[in-house]
């Protein structure tokens, strides 16, 4: 039975921040998750948006989390070597209904200390984003709305966290807590049973079942399904910066906003499910997103999809960012209602959580070695050609290009499966270079990518998975290869 200071369960944005926090004080911190990667559910397929907060319900949890969150981006990426943005947001207002509703929104930012929020004539939304439907009457300008790659974002949480100490265990699917009287003092997983001061449940979409071991479950999860579309680069109808639509009680709406590598994303629908597996999309609610953008920019190009996905958001009820710990529950620690705007907050919730440990008498006592420096992976579409020739002289694999359309070459993919958190299915790859993400959707190069994989795997090219166990690509083999 293996011991730790603090066991995170799930390694998602939160638990991978929580990770990354706790690895800056004297402790011994293990994180771990049911999938075969890090990402969680949530984190790997959302709107990609960092958000100020403007229009967070006043007052509540998830308002200071989020405004305190957003400044700490531009140090936070430099450090982590992610990619980001402040492109800043428009909301722009079509009729007197929306336009009535405007001071409100206004009031509602400073209420949050979102004070940078301004009014714009629907002139100037016009000159700022000329493919605007000309209806417009007036918005408000946001600046400080941001863009991320959230792909990266998350795996540089986590091998930072790794790279301070911090152990991240993959496919260890909680089973049950460990209780000792008026105590929870360990997890029970399929890779084994582990003892801890503190259980800190991040888990998500899945928090309400930890919840329950803990006889912790005051409260409902139920997924609520978000559908996008991603459109090609070269798409003639683009806007520069994020155009929300009027926020309603139930959702922020279907927006339309540029992503950090140059596509354009359209979406969410906000549908409420029973089932936390079902990332279909359907023909209705695409329809409906086309249908919404198509208000806000009317030229939008539909055909110029490259793709669709779903992602699920934990939809609390009762609703509202939750932190928890117990006068009667020793040892551990409940964080749920994390939802759309869990990526932003997530660096913040780990500040939040290292300080309230503190509080209930964990030790807290910083590292004098703490790096808070990681280094990714260095793109070679990102090098000048007298930097890429220098590395293909190093190592000729940088020089064989794998995926045409992100101009990912070998030697990137390599370094991705021999990172500090090993890329070891095809949409680990994916997520960290983008091989597969490009118009053609990993058509030319999915099989390149399983035959690397193979390789450095030390693997059968049947044995490489998409994503989770039992997501073969390859089912058997078709031909023998000849012996020359």
């Known amino acids: 039975m293996k011991r730790t200071s603090v066991l995170i369960i799930g390694a998602g944005a939160v638990g991978c921040a929580i990770a990354r926090e706790l690895s800056k004080y004297d402790l011994e911190v293990t994180f771990l998750d049911k999938n075969t990667d890090v990402g969680g559910d949530a984190s790997k397929s959302n709107s990609s948006i960092i958000h100020t907060g403007y229009d967070a319900s006043p007052g509540t949890l998830e308002s200071r989390l989020v405004v305190a969150a957003n400044p700490m981006y531009d140090r936070l990426c430099k450090s982590l070597d992610v990619p980001f943005q402040r492109i800043g947001a428009i909301l722009p207002a079509f009729n007197e209904e929306q336009f009535e509703q405007l001071p409100f929104i206004k009031e509602k930012a400073f209420q949050n200390g979102v004070y940078d929020v301004e009014y714009r004539s629907g002139e100037d939304l016009l000159n700022m984003e000329p493919m605007l439907n000309p209806r417009v009457m007036g918005g408000l300008f946001i600046p400080r709305e941001s863009i991320i790659d959230p792909f990266v974002y998350v795996v540089a949480l986590a091998e930072n966290a790794v790279q301070n100490g911090a152990k991240l265990i993959l496919e260890a699917k909680v089973l049950d807590l460990i209780r000792e009287g008026d105590a929870i003092v360990g997890v ?54 994020i155009v929300l639509p009027i926020p309603t009680k139930r959702t922020k709406g279907k927006l339309i906003s540029p992503m950090i590598h140059g596509n354009l994303l359209l979406g969410p629908t906000a549908e409420d499910l029973s089932d936390k597996t079902n990332h279909d999309t359907s023909t209705e609610g695409l329809a409906s997103v086309a249908a919404d953008v198509r208000r806000l920019v009317p030229d939008i190009r539909i055909g110029d999809t490259i793709t669709q996905f779903s992602g699920l958001r934990p939809n609390r009820v009762p609703a509202g960012f939750n932190i928890d710990v117990y006068d009667d529950l020793a040892g551990y620690l409940n964080i749920s209602g994390v939802r759309s705007t869990g990526l932003t907050a997530s660096i913040a919730i780990g500040k939040y959580v290292a300080h309230t440990l503190g509080q209930v008498g964990l030790e807290m ?90 390789r450095e795997l030390g693997l059968t090219d049947d044995a490489v998975i998409k994503s989770d166990p039992g997501s073969n690509p390859v089912v058997r083999a078709t031909r023998k290869e000849v012996s020359q």
Do not use: H
Request: hydrophobic share 35%.
């Open 365 to 454: 006592r910083l590292r004098d070695d703490f790096n808070p420096v990681r280094k990714g992976i260095q793109r070679m579409v990102d090098l000048s050609p007298g930097q890429r020739a220098r590395k293909i002289t190093e190592d000729p694999s940088y020089g064989r290009i794998i995926c045409r359309c992100e101009s990912v070459t070998e030697g990137e993919i390599i370094e991705a499966i021999r990172s500090p958190i090993p890329a070891r299915s095809i949409d680990a790859i994916k997520r960290r270079l983008r091989a597969g993400m490009g118009r053609c959707q990993g058509g030319f190069c999915g099989p390149k990518v399983i035959q690397i994989l193979a």
């Open 188 to 241: 029970k997983t399929t890779k084994g049973e582990f003892l801890a001061n503190w259980i800190i449940n991040a888990s998500g979409l899945y928090c309400e079942e930890i919840a329950r071991m803990a006889g912790k479950a005051d409260y409902k999860v139920n997924p609520r399904r978000g559908q996008f579309y991603i459109l090609d680069r070269d798409t003639p109808c683009k806007v520069k910066r």
